[in-house]
């Protein structure tokens, strides 16, 4: 079992959308949870970093962190064609050591327009 | 002006020639990273730096070395290069003060490509 999986896609939705984007890891007691957008060619941008539980939103990004069940989530809505991008879940916890981040493949998302 | 920088930007080499990649950093932060990007197999870390005097192999440091001549620079070196480094790397950097403590802010980018 991978550390981080996510689905690589691609995900198409329609412009005005909720793109939704799931990320599972494997390490039950990670503590800290990224989402990074990289658009083809260039580095990969922080969009949200989520430590607790719940919702956390910011403008229109959501992110959800579901410990339990091992998974994280980032929302997109009204999606925009310049989100089209990969989107890379980024997970730390103590198979290392809480050091370094493991990331998952990514995930593609194309938004029509 | 970019917080982290690489050179070059782009390098197309040859089977065997020692090539280094740098970055520089402008945040002032203890913690760098050199990173890998395949298609398909995401991003892996080479090798990583806590503090200049503090080095540390990630999951795929063969065929790597690096130098961390200050807290802002971290040099990755290949000593003989081979076609299977053929990726795009990244360096990154982290602050542990911060309260962000895992946050890592990457560099543009170098495409390397050995023929």
């Known amino acids: 079992q991978k550390e981080v999986e996510q689905n690589s896609g691609p995900l198409s939705v329609p412009e005005g959308a909720i793109a939704s984007l799931n990320c599972t890891y494997s390490?039950?007691?990670?503590?800290?949870f990224f989402w990074y957008r990289q658009y083809s060619g260039k580095s990969p941008e922080l969009i949200m970093s989520?430590?607790?539980?719940g919702d956390k939103e910011d403008g229109r990004f959501t992110a959800q962190l579901n410990k339990a069940s091992q998974y994280v989530s980032l929302l997109i809505r009204d999606s925009q064609p310049s989100d089209s991008a990969t989107y890379l879940c980024?997970?730390?916890?103590?198979?290392?050591?809480?050091?370094?981040?493991?990331f998952g493949t990514g995930t593609r998302l194309l938004v029509s327009p | 002006d970019a917080d982290v920088t690489q050179t070059p930007r782009n390098r197309i080499t040859k089977t065997g020639k020692r090539i280094m990649l740098e970055c520089s950093q402008t945040?002032?932060?203890?913690?760098m990273y050199w990173y890998r990007q395949d298609p398909g197999l995401g991003l892996r870390l080479i090798y990583y730096?806590?503090?200049?005097?503090?080095?540390n192999k990630g999951e795929i440091s063969d065929g790597y070395s690096v130098s961390r001549q200050a807290q802002a620079k971290f040099s990755l070196s290949l000593e003989s290069a081979i076609p299977n480094q053929t990726a795009l790397y990244f360096c990154?950097?982290?602050?542990?003060?911060?309260?962000?403590?895992?946050?890592?802010?990457f560099g543009p980018g170098t495409r390397l490509t050995v023929l």
């Open positions: 945040k002032g932060h203890d913690r």
């Open positions: 390490d039950r007691v990670s503590q800290s």
């Open positions: 980024a997970v730390n916890g103590v198979n290392t050591g809480f050091q370094k981040l493991v």
């Open positions: 990154a950097t982290s602050d542990p003060t911060s309260g962000d403590t895992d946050t890592q802010y």
């Open positions: 730096s806590f503090d200049v005097k503090d080095i």
């Open positions: 989520i430590y607790s539980n």
